[in-house]
Nanobody, 124 residues
Framework: QLQASGGGLVQAGGSLRLSCAAS????????MGWFRQAPGKEREFVVA????????RYVDSVKGRFTISRDNAKNTVYLEMNSLKPEDTAVYYC???????????????????WGQGTQVTVSS
């Protein structure tokens, strides 16, 4: 189970922080990350992190502005979003892939579990 929190309304240039806590089964290694979906658009990979080694992968459009981190003890992943732009407006979904073999995948189909989604709105 994934429980996401954070999000909200912010002006362009502002910051927000998303959190996603995982509970339930345990896995030897896995990937947690975030996708987003704007109205009328497909769900888009944003960023993810591997749990054991902390490898990360970012979509180009958020590099240098978004930072993903994890708290192993809390089974929680955080997404710090800075310098937000109106085009970052979307519903953000936490995602969980219960395996990691050295590659962080970006297709939604690779992720088995999803959080409920949290709205991020950036006004211009």
């Amino acid at each position: 189970q994934l429980q996401a929190s954070g999000g909200g309304l912010v002006q362009a240039g502002g910051s927000l922080r998303l959190s996603c806590a995982a509970s339930g089964r345990t896995f030897s290694d896995y990937v947690m990350g975030w996708f987003r979906q704007a109205p009328g658009k497909e769900r888009e990979f944003v960023v993810a992190i591997s749990w054991s080694g902390g490898s990360t992968r970012y979509v180009d459009s958020v590099k240098g502005r978004f930072t993903i981190s994890r708290d192993n003890a809390k089974n929680t992943v955080y997404l710090e979003m800075n310098s937000l732009k109106p085009e970052d407006t979307a519903v953000y979904y936490c995602a969980f892939m219960p395996r990691y073999y050295g590659t962080i995948y970006t297709r939604p189909q690779e992720y088995d579990y999803w959080g409920q989604g949290t709205q991020v709105t950036v006004s211009s």
